[in-house]
């Protein structure tokens, strides 16, 4: 099992930064895939930003240029440091990552962290 412990989040106004950690533990082989997906309201769960095992990073096309992915390997930690922040941001946001424990990758979920940008 992989235990994904998420911080950071909260209420910001537009145009402010927040700053998500998630720190991954557990026992496993390799963690693939690591990042953020949201939820907005009313609006289906979209990926973020991710980050690979070997350190290519993905992100959306709405968050591109304002959202800064980055990882702490010794820790198992990511970082999603979100700057320029919109309203149309404001959704749930969950840790991801997918990993090998024994055999075939696993997805597993955060629980999430509400981030809230007023206008």
């Known amino acids: 099992q992989v235990q994904l412990v998420e911080s950071g989040g909260g209420l910001v106004q537009a145009g402010g930064s927040l700053r998500l950690s998630c720190a991954a533990s557990g026992r496993f082989f390799r963690i693939h895939t690591m990042g953020w997906y949201r939820r907005a309201p009313t609006k289906e769960s979209e990926m973020a930003a991710t980050?690979?095992?070997?350190?290519?990073?993905n992100y959306a096309d709405s968050v591109k240029g304002r959202f800064t992915l980055s990882r702490d390997l010794a820790k198992m930690t990511v970082y999603l440091q979100m700057d320029s922040l919109k309203p149309e941001d404001t959704g749930v946001y969950f840790c991801y990552a997918n990993a090998t424990i024994n055999a075939d990758p696993v997805d597993y979920w955060g629980h999430g962290t509400q981030v809230t940008v007023s206008s």
């Open positions: 980050i690979s095992y070997g350190g290519r990073i």
